[in-house]
Structure formats: C-alpha cells, structure tokens
C-alpha cells in the first residue's frame, strides 16, 4: 500500500472523530482510545457512573462505521444463551422429520455493545470470554467463527454501586483497554444542554467499512517500534509485579502485577496511537499515553492500598516517572 492510500485510510478515522463530535460533546481523549482499541484489534470496558454518555458514544462511534452492530442489556436475570445463542427444535415440513438448529445469538456481529456488563453474574459474564479470546464460539461440540473484525465495547457501572457484580480477573484480561468517563467540564455541560433539549438532531455519516478497519489494522502492526523500546516496556509491566519490582509503592500495596499480555498489548496500542497521528514509528511518549488504560485493570491492589487511598492510577503514574527510559533522544 502506498503513502497515498495509507493517508487516505487514516483520514477516515479523522472523518470518524468528527462524526462522532456532532453528538457527544468533548470526550476527545475516550474516542481516541476507542479507536485505538479497535486498530489494534481489541476489546474496550468503560466505566463511568450512569449518565456520562457511555452507551451513546458507543452506539454513535458504530453508526460511524458500516458494521453489524448489536446491543444486549446486561441484566441479573440473563442467561448465556441470549448472548451466544442456543439449539432450537425444527420440522422438516417435506419430510416431518425433527431436527435441532443453533440459532445465533447477539454475539454473531461486528461490534457488541455489552452494556452495564456487571450487573449480571459471573456465570453469564464469562459467556463472553471464548468469544472475546478465540472470535468464535463452541456449542454442541460445534464451532462457529463471528464476523471480521469483531468488537466487544462494553460498559460498566462503578462496582461500589448496589447491583453490580466485578468482573473476573480472566475476563478483564481479555479487554485491551480499560477507560474510565469522568464528568464533563461547565462548559461541556452547558452546551450538553443545548443540544438535547432543543427540536434539532444530527444526521451521521458512515465513513468505514469492515475492509478498511482490517487493512489499517494490518497497518498497525507495520508501524516500527525499537528494540529499546520493547525492552522499555517489559521493564514496566516486569515493575508492577511485587515478585520482580524494586518500586517501594508496587512492594507495599499490589497483590499481583500485570501479565505479558499486557506488554503486548502496550506495544500494539502504542502503535495504533502512532498511526493515529500520522506517524509509522512509535515513540515514548505513545507508550505514556496508552499506559493507564492498559495497565489499570491488570494490577490487583491490596487492602492496605485501600486503607491508605492508593488507585491502581496512582501506581501507575509512579511507575511512569521512575522506570529507567532508553537514553537515546530519538525516542
């Protein structure tokens, strides 16, 4: 592909952004790390209290996009089979013969949108897992591939609240990102009131379809990532697990660290955030930026970090500022 076609693909995504900006006013840094997560072809959790437009975002950034689309409302009462399907009993009317069918469940699109994810329980939760890792889905001993690409972009309700379940820690692996929605500025707010309490209403544009998704995530992984910087980022996923840290704050307050997905995910996301600006080589400051939403689901604090107020934010941060970096300036 040339340097044409390659620009030509990632200005879709700048179309994509301004879409997505004639409904949800600011967000600016989510919608990038949505995107991130789908050019780097993974899954994406947003936590955020009710009412910070998570659903919405989601829902606008698929109308953006000319993919299958479906949402399930995650409830204490759903079962796996409304999200993965089931076996149904048919006639062969020609023949009278009975005969059971699977009928596809939600799961079978291109972008699920599991809404509030924990405020069911684990056993429909972990539905989700063999999809979200194997893109396909096993039942009566027969396999079925979803659509390309595939997405899950979930949101979730934050677990201090009644009615929420916490996800397990082998299911929040599986996301590439975790985001969380903080509340609008004054001035996002005010114009948030503007634009939906008036007779007027935005008509979206689709400016992607499913090949061009694939073909910029196979971009993705063409962008170029130096040995140091590799090495940088095993350093910092190594510094967050107690066993092997020498980080005093990591020693005190986290139970265990992150796994090497994490640092594969680092360098994927670090490379998409690269394309996303235009650039074919990835630099320290991609990987500062993608940090936080990847490694704050994976590091599991301790009590002692409750007590004491310490977020898995703050570990991180410290983290950041405190592993040796690669002492060129090229990076």
């Given at each position: 592909?040339?340097?044409?076609?390659?620009?030509?693909?990632?200005?879709?995504?700048?179309?994509?952004?301004?879409?997505?900006?004639?409904?949800?006013?600011?967000?600016?840094?989510?919608?990038?790390?949505?995107?991130?997560?789908?050019?780097?072809?993974?899954?994406?959790?947003?936590?955020?209290?009710?009412?910070?437009?998570?659903?919405?975002?989601?829902?606008?950034?698929?109308?953006?996009m000319?993919?299958?689309?479906?949402?399930v409302?995650?409830?204490?009462?759903?079962?796996?089979?409304?999200?993965?399907?089931t076996?149904?009993?048919?006639?062969?009317?020609?023949?009278?013969?009975?005969?059971?069918?699977?009928?596809?469940?939600?799961?079978?699109?291109?972008?699920?949108?599991?809404?509030?994810i924990?405020?069911?329980?684990?056993?429909?939760?972990?539905?989700?897992?063999?999809?979200?890792?194997?893109?396909?889905?096993?039942?009566?001993?027969?396999?079925?591939?979803?659509?390309?690409?595939?997405?899950?972009?979930?949101?979730?309700?934050?677990?201090?609240?009644?009615?929420?379940?916490?996800?397990?820690?082998?299911?929040?692996d599986r996301?590439?990102?975790?985001?969380?929605?903080?509340?609008?500025t004054?001035?996002?707010?005010?114009?948030?009131?503007?634009?939906?309490?008036?007779?007027?209403?935005?008509?979206?544009?689709?400016?992607?379809?499913?090949?061009?998704?694939?073909?910029?995530?196979?971009?993705?992984?063409?962008?170029?990532?130096?040995?140091?910087?590799?090495?940088?980022?095993?350093?910092?996923?190594?510094?967050?697990?107690?066993?092997?840290?020498?980080?005093k704050?990591?020693?005190?307050?986290v139970?265990?660290?992150?796994?090497?997905?994490?640092?594969?995910?680092?360098?994927?996301?670090?490379?998409?955030?690269?394309?996303?600006?235009g650039?074919?080589?990835?630099?320290?400051?991609?990987?500062?930026?993608?940090?936080?939403?990847?490694?704050?689901?994976?590091?599991?604090?301790?009590?002692q970090?409750?007590?004491?107020?310490?977020?898995?934010?703050?570990?991180?941060?410290?983290?950041?500022?405190?592993?040796?970096?690669?002492?060129?300036?090229?990076?």
């Amino acid at each position: 592909m040339n340097d044409e076609k390659i620009q030509s693909k990632i200005s879709k995504l700048s179309d994509v952004k301004k879409e997505i900006g004639k409904v949800i006013v600011g967000q600016e840094k989510i919608i990038e790390e949505l995107l991130i997560s789908i050019l780097a072809g993974g899954h994406c959790l947003l936590e955020g209290v009710p009412g910070l437009a998570k659903t919405l975002l989601v829902s606008t950034l698929s109308k953006t996009m000319e993919l299958g689309f479906r949402r399930v409302q995650f409830t204490p009462d759903l079962m796996p089979s409304d999200i993965v399907g089931t076996e149904i009993l048919e006639e062969d009317h020609s023949s009278g013969k009975r005969f059971f069918k699977f009928q596809r469940g939600p799961v079978f699109t291109n972008i699920l949108l599991a809404d509030e994810i924990n405020r069911t329980p684990p056993k429909t939760q972990a539905a989700l897992l063999e999809a979200m890792q194997e893109k396909s889905v096993s039942y009566a001993g027969e396999t079925y591939e979803l659509p390309k690409p595939f997405f899950v972009l979930a949101t979730q309700n934050p677990v201090e609240q009644s009615g929420t379940y916490p996800l397990p820690e082998a299911q929040l692996d599986r996301f590439l990102m975790f985001i969380r929605v903080d509340y609008p500025t004054e001035r996002e707010e005010i114009e948030i009131l503007n634009r939906t309490t008036g007779n007027t209403s935005e008509e979206l544009s689709t400016t992607m379809n499913s090949d061009d998704i694939i073909e910029l995530q196979n971009l993705v992984r063409e962008v170029e990532i130096s040995e140091p910087l590799v090495a940088y980022i095993t350093r910092l996923v190594r510094q967050t697990r107690p066993q092997d840290s020498n980080a005093k704050i990591v020693e005190q307050y986290v139970r265990w660290g992150a796994g090497p997905r994490a640092g594969q995910a680092l360098v994927l996301c670090a490379k998409a955030k690269a394309l996303l600006s235009g650039n074919y080589s990835v630099t320290l400051n991609e990987i500062a930026a993608v940090t936080p939403s990847i490694l704050r689901h994976r590091i599991l604090l301790n009590f002692q970090a409750e007590v004491d107020g310490i977020t898995t934010d703050k570990v991180i941060a410290e983290l950041l500022s405190n592993t040796e970096k690669p002492k060129s300036k090229l990076f």
